[in-house]
């Protein structure tokens, strides 16, 4: 029996995570669940899965979850260090790192330091402090499953390969729900067109990020540090089907890719239970039905946030947290509509020109960059805000 911590249970992932364990009882356990402040859905998977621990980040919604939960033999924790403890809960076999944004690094941190093997669908924290995580991760013993579909995909079409072999990491991107706009289009975006992802049902930040391509500028730099590849050689096409996971080039130009439809149940699993497969109820892919697989070069004209996430990689040291902080700022005060879809990019290209990149050799200097481009990019999301490219 593996027993399982999953860090973010009431997302996206969370939730799909849960959704395996519940159908696999004599093969997985969840022994702690964090949340951030959605007291309901944590209520209801305590009371489903009854860990032995949960933490709330939110002290008042903790607070809440115990009135509801009076009686029950969960233990309750709250605050950043009720995250700490469930993520490094004794018993825990692996922590399923699936928080949203930057959150994630200090738990998921102190995971690999209690040297817990993680599942990372988390990807900001690789993105802030890839480099810290991975010596972490060796220094501990840890191994880092990823989660991401593109990088379950690379991982799996690199089983049983030299690494030294490896030409090229191909990522897919599907392009997103504005791959066909004009940058006309693009002015008048809504924050119900950018939420409408054609292939995957996902947490809000991630769908904004999708249609932006900042997707696809984390992921390279999260490829780069799971995979200890540099960014010459990472490289993204857009497949819209999302049927092609990601693909990797060997030096005999033999490409091997990973299929599938697009559901994250299949990576999630593959994390969870590496190397055995888990027989999932899932239908099976008819490439027949499909009829035809579609790839484009990336338009780093209409989606710059690609060619962001490269630039912050090469750059290097505290410019990643830089990109992702402002990435995070700049997304929510877009789904407060209080900037449009473009300021997005505009805020994010603005707070990397204010920033000097230094080292990031402590965790506190990935969290310095941080706070630090949070504030400078508030202040640009405030001095935009009122601008009339709002869309309402
Ligand atoms: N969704 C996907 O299919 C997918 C695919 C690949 C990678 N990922 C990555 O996986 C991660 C999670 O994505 P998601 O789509 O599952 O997100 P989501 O649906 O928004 O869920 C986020 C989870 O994080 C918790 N949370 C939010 N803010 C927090 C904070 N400050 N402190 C502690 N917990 C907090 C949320 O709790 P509440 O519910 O209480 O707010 C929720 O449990 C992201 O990094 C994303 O890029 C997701």
Redesign the pocket.
Known sequence: MKKIV???????????ALDIIAKFPGTFQAVGL??????E??EEQIRAFSPAAVA???DA?AARLRARCKGLTTTILSGADG?RQVATMPEADLVI?????G??LV?TLAAIKAGKFIAL?????MVMAGRLMQDEARKHGVRIFP????HSALFQSMEGHRAEDILRLILTASGGPLWNMTKEQLQHVTVEQALKHPN????????I?SATLM?KG?EVVEARWLFDIPASKIEVVVHRESIIHSLVEYQDRSVIAQLGLPD?RT?IAYAMNYPARIPLDLPSLNLAQIGTLTFFDPDHDKFPCLGLGYEALRTGGTMPAVLNAANEVAVQAFLDRRIGYLDIAGTIRRTMDAHQPAEVATIEDALGADAWARAKSGEIVDSLSTSPSVVH
């Open positions: 999953i860090l973010g249970s009431t997302g996206s992932i969370g939730t799909n964090t949340a951030g402040t959605n007291v859905k944590l709330m980040a939110d919604a995250l790192s699936a928080i949203v944004g959150a994630g738990p669908a988390n990807k900001e924290p989660v991401d579909s593109e995957w049902k996902m947490g809000d930040k991630i769908t990020d997707n984390l994250m990576p």
